[in-house]
């Protein structure tokens, strides 16, 4: 069974920052790539930001140049540093985990439950 916990979520002001954290947990033999997505109620779920390796991050062009996304590998962990919040960030907050198990061999997509962001004044 896998398990994926988020944590971190708040209400901030404009400007302000929070910092994501995710760890998942379990029989795991690899987790191939790590990522946050954001879904507003009513709306689509939408990418954030990933990462597999180190050099393979990918952002959201609202999140480039505000939000920083790394991995700890031996943790099983994906963070997300998130700054200069804007009320547009205003969403719930999902933990993306994409993992491979064995014995017997599986390759899933593992969510967690979410941790909800507010940003206003």
């Known amino acids: 069974q896998v398990q994926v916990v988020e944590s971190g979520g708040g209400s901030v002001q404009p400007g302000g920052s929070l910092r994501l954290s995710c760890v998942v947990s379990?029989?795991?033999?690899?987790?191939?790539?790590m990522g946050w997505y954001r879904q507003v109620p009513g709306q689509q779920r939408e990418l954030v930001a990933s990462?597999?390796?180190?050099?393979?991050?990918t952002y959201s062009p609202f999140a480039m140049e505000r939000f920083t996304i790394s991995r700890d590998s031996a943790k099983k962990a994906v963070y997300l540093q998130m700054n200069n919040l804007k009320p547009e960030d205003t969403a719930v907050y999902y933990c993306?985990?994409?993992?491979?198990?064995?014995?017997?061999?599986?390759?899933?997509?593992?969510w967690g439950q979410g941790t909800q962001v507010t940003v206003s004044s």
């Open positions: 379990g029989k795991i033999f690899a987790v191939n790539a």
């Open positions: 990462q597999a390796t180190p050099a393979t991050k």
């Open positions: 993306n985990a994409d993992i491979t198990q064995i014995q017997p061999w599986s390759h899933t997509i593992y």
